[in-house]
């Protein structure tokens, strides 16, 4: 998924919107794959025997015709009944796994206000405890196997030889997850909490510790960290591991990309390579790219010279 994927997705907004529209609000989607089959089993059987009922009415036109607007009825309610639980569970995947569609389609056009309103009752109701769930469950694990030294700091992809210590924590009541780096003098900590309308609303960033820091640089931090939510479906355990990521850089001397404010790119991982001839500023070629497209320039975003 890549920065693009939010602009992608508001063509898929219309979709959702009917797939939303053939939901039973009142009922919770089905949580497993078996339970998806069984649907699609029901749907099938309904079109056998649909297809079987046709197939039986060809030699009976000439019946009495006044109960057709009846059976027509009775059929289009069948058939929603049937499909509803198929439309939760694509709906609930598509938030869990997709948040960045889901939360374009919930402010966009096709959207429109009474919709989102259902919508963000539904998902706060039936939704957000799957995917809360699901975001803690993986920041639990990871915490609890680097507790028990089967993952250590030099499991990630650093190649800097920082001996910060690094620690994640969860709060399940308070849908909170709280990372604390430290090293030498520096003592940093974020803490990230999940709405109840979450994946709908943006996950909150804030700072608990800043030590050895300047204001500056750490409001360049939280940007960073917030902007991976916004333009990519990471989850909470990947937003964290790329800040300790870009604080491994930092403090190895890397400079991060002005246009970003991360030394690491949130997709590729590389360190902001390219360089302005004029003031030797470095940013990601990816970012460039993202930023000569929209603003139809080829001048460093920085001092304005031609690159």
Same mark, same amino acid.
């Given at each position: 998924?890549?920065?693009?994927?939010?602009?992608?997705?508001?063509?898929?907004?219309?979709?959702?919107?009917?797939?939303?529209?053939? $939901?039973?609000?009142?009922?919770?989607?089905?949580?497993?794959?078996?339970?998806? #089959?069984?649907?699609?089993?029901?749907?099938?059987?309904?079109? /056998?025997?649909?297809?079987?009922?046709?197939?039986? @009415?060809?030699?009976?036109?000439?019946?009495?015709?006044?109960?057709?607007?009846?059976?027509?009825?009775?059929?289009?309610?069948? !058939?929603?009944?049937?499909?509803?639980?198929?439309?939760?569970?694509?709906?609930?995947?598509?938030?869990?796994?997709?948040?960045?569609?889901?939360?374009?389609?919930?402010?966009?056009?096709?959207?429109?206000?009474?919709?989102?309103?259902?919508?963000?009752?539904?998902?706060?109701?039936?939704?957000?405890?799957?995917?809360?769930?699901?975001?803690?469950?993986?920041?639990?694990?990871?915490?609890?196997?680097?507790?028990?030294?089967?993952?250590?700091?030099?499991?990630?992809?650093?190649?800097?030889?920082?001996?910060?210590?690094?620690?994640?924590?969860?709060?399940?009541?308070?849908?909170?997850?709280?990372?604390?780096?430290?090293? /030498?003098? $520096?003592?940093?900590? $974020?803490?990230?909490?999940?709405?109840?309308?979450?994946?709908?609303?943006?996950?909150?960033?804030?700072?608990?510790?800043?030590? @050895?820091?300047?204001?500056?640089?750490?409001?360049? !931090?939280?940007? @960073?960290?917030?902007?991976?939510?916004?333009?990519?479906?990471?989850?909470?355990?990947?937003?964290?591991?790329? !800040?300790?990521?870009?604080?491994?850089?930092?403090?190895?001397?890397?400079?991060?990309?002005?246009?970003?404010?991360?030394?690491?790119?949130?997709?590729?991982?590389?360190?902001?390579?390219?360089?302005?001839?004029?003031?030797?500023?470095?940013?990601? %070629?990816?970012?460039?790219?993202? #930023?000569?497209?929209?603003?139809?320039?080829?001048?460093?975003?920085?001092? %304005?010279?031609?690159?």
């Amino acid at each position: 998924i890549n920065a693009e994927y939010g602009r992608r997705g508001e063509r898929l907004c219309p979709l959702l919107s009917r797939v939303f529209g053939a $939901i039973d609000e009142r009922r919770a989607p089905p949580l497993t794959v078996v339970d998806a #089959w069984v649907i699609v089993s029901d749907v099938c059987a309904l079109l /056998d025997a649909n297809a079987a009922g046709d197939s039986d @009415g060809i030699a009976d036109d000439d019946d009495d015709d006044g109960d057709d607007d009846d059976d027509d009825n009775d059929t289009d309610d069948m !058939w929603r009944r049937a499909l509803a639980p198929l439309a939760a569970r694509l709906f609930a995947r598509t938030a869990t796994q997709l948040p960045v569609m889901a939360r374009t389609w919930w402010r966009s056009d096709a959207c429109g206000r009474a919709l989102s309103e259902r919508a963000a009752a539904y998902v706060a109701k039936h939704v957000s405890a799957i995917a809360i769930g699901h975001e803690l469950g993986r920041v639990q694990q990871y915490a609890l196997a680097k507790e028990s030294g089967e993952l250590s700091d030099d499991s990630s992809d650093d190649s800097s030889d920082n001996d910060a210590e690094f620690e994640l924590h969860v709060s399940k009541a308070t849908r909170q997850v709280t990372a604390l780096y430290e090293t /030498d003098d $520096i003592e940093l900590g $974020i803490a990230l909490t999940l709405p109840p309308t979450y994946p709908l609303e943006l996950v909150d960033v804030q700072a608990t510790t800043r030590m @050895g820091v300047s204001e500056a640089q750490w409001r360049r !931090w939280l940007l @960073g960290i917030t902007s991976t939510f916004m333009t990519q479906d990471g989850s909470l355990l990947d937003a964290c591991l790329l !800040w300790k990521s870009n604080l491994d850089q930092h403090f190895a001397g890397v400079d991060p990309c002005p246009i970003c404010y991360a030394v690491l790119h949130h997709q590729t991982n590389a360190v902001p390579k390219m360089a302005c001839a004029n003031c030797s500023n470095k940013f990601h %070629s990816t970012c460039l790219f993202t #930023w000569f497209s929209t603003s139809h320039k080829s001048a460093c975003p920085l001092c %304005s010279h031609p690159f």
